[in-house]
């Protein structure tokens, strides 16, 4: 249990929909970061919101967007969905700073079927 | 630009034995944290060890140990007497000072045959 929750576990959309993931982060970690990982590779980095604000973006385009709240629960909504979007989404929470140590802790994903 | 190379797709080794599973890793920034992670078929990622690149011990945690070789830029990760539960995607991550946009190599498969 890394205390951390993504919701909903599978998803199966449309193309052209529209899609909002859900996670819940551990208390008091004030980063989180999302994923997209592709059957048989590893994950790729999306963007990374600390303290709310979005801190960094990985090669997604703007149809990847995210938000990060004060209660520790963050959302990634992807727009205009196509067949390769089609993945395993996953947010990790963490205590960035100053400090090295800094562990992230995942949640189970989100897999994500774009059909 | 950071980047993390796994070279071993996959890899099988006989239950009890030792591994050593390699990473190497590109970045400009002068601190950064390394890590590794197993992922099971359920999908979930398992934080393994992390090792700070102002560590100068080899980082352990039980069966695992990372050898770090900070000239040769590599992090490999050594799990001593292998078990079948280890069978799973191993990744080697970086990130930078202050522990910000975490980046994952491509992974190897780890096969533990009995």
């Known amino acids: 249990e890394t205390g951390v929750t993504q919701s909903p576990t599978h998803l199966i959309k449309t193309r052209g929909q529209q899609v909002t993931l859900r996670c819940s982060s551990q208390?008091?970690?004030?980063?989180v970061s999302w994923y997209q990982q592709a059957l048989g590779q590893g994950p790729q980095f999306i963007f990374q919101?600390?303290?709310?604000?979005?801190?960094g973006r990985g090669n997604f385009p703007p149809r990847f967007s995210g938000l990060q709240f004060p209660n520790y629960s963050s959302e990634l909504n992807v727009n205009a969905l196509e067949l390769d979007d089609s993945a395993l989404y996953l947010c990790a929470s963490s205590l960035a700073g100053d400090l090295a140590d800094t562990e992230a802790f995942f949640g189970q994903g989100t897999r994500l079927t774009v059909v | 630009a950071q980047k993390i190379t796994q070279t071993q797709p996959g890899m099988f080794v006989q239950e009890k034995e030792a591994v050593t599973l390699d990473c190497t890793y590109d970045t400009s920034d002068p601190s950064y944290g390394l890590f590794w992670y197993k992922q099971p078929s359920s999908g979930e990622m398992i934080f393994l060890i992390y090792?700070?690149?102002?560590?100068?011990q080899n980082a352990t945690e039980g069966r695992y140990s990372l050898n770090f070789q900070k000239a040769r830029k590599s992090a490999n990760l050594v799990i001593s007497a292998s078990q079948l539960g280890d069978s799973a995607m191993y990744f080697c991550?970086?990130?930078?000072?202050?522990?910000?946009?975490?980046?994952f190599g491509a992974g190897t498969r780890l096969f533990v045959k009995a």
């Open positions: 991550a970086m990130s930078n000072t202050g522990g910000f946009k975490t980046i």
């Open positions: 919101y600390y303290r709310e604000e979005e801190n």
């Open positions: 208390s008091g970690h004030n980063t």
């Open positions: 090792q700070g690149s102002y560590d100068q």
